[in-house]
């Protein structure tokens, strides 16, 4: 059965008119990982979302729910999530292990809140801040 990200993927391809070995191409694998990747059993590549929606011009919402599609489909496929806290900062490390302690205390509200806040564009993000100086 096709994850989510799959079924997003492959409709969007098809809606392109393209074959699953162009976008492997494109993507710079081999159509059997494609495959695996869309069937939940390899995670989602963390820059395939955001290659794909450069390579198919889709538009911000499209690719909002891609992003989204691909980080459920990577959790799914994994049954847990690994950080890497090798590159981060003390600070960074800290805020990691917090929200992994605390995730099951927080409510739908507060994890919207912090979703949104995660899938806002940096671009924007920057604007906003340069702008509250």
């Given at each position: 059965?096709?994850?989510?990200?799959?079924?997003?993927?492959?409709?969007?391809?098809?809606?392109?008119?393209?074959?699953m070995s162009d976008m492997a191409d494109?993507?710079?694998?081999?159509?059997?990982?494609?495959?695996a990747v869309e069937f939940g059993r390899r995670s989602v590549p963390?820059?395939?979302?955001?290659?794909?929606?450069?390579?198919?011009n889709l538009d911000d919402e499209n690719t909002k729910h891609l992003k989204e599609a691909a980080i459920t489909a990577t959790s799914r496929s994994r049954g847990a999530v690994t950080v890497s806290l090798d590159d981060l900062t003390p600070?960074?490390?800290?805020?990691?292990?917090?929200?992994a302690r605390k995730i099951k205390e927080l409510t739908d509200e507060e994890l919207q809140k912090i979703k949104n806040q995660l899938l806002e564009d940096r671009s924007s993000e920057q604007n906003w801040r340069r702008g509250s100086r």
């Open positions: 059965m096709l994850s989510k990200f799959g079924q997003l993927v492959r409709a969007l391809r098809l809606k392109e008119n393209m074959l494109k993507l710079k694998c081999s159509p059997s990982y494609l495959s963390e820059n395939w979302p955001s290659q794909i929606a450069s390579f198919l600070f960074q490390e800290e805020v990691a292990i917090q929200f």
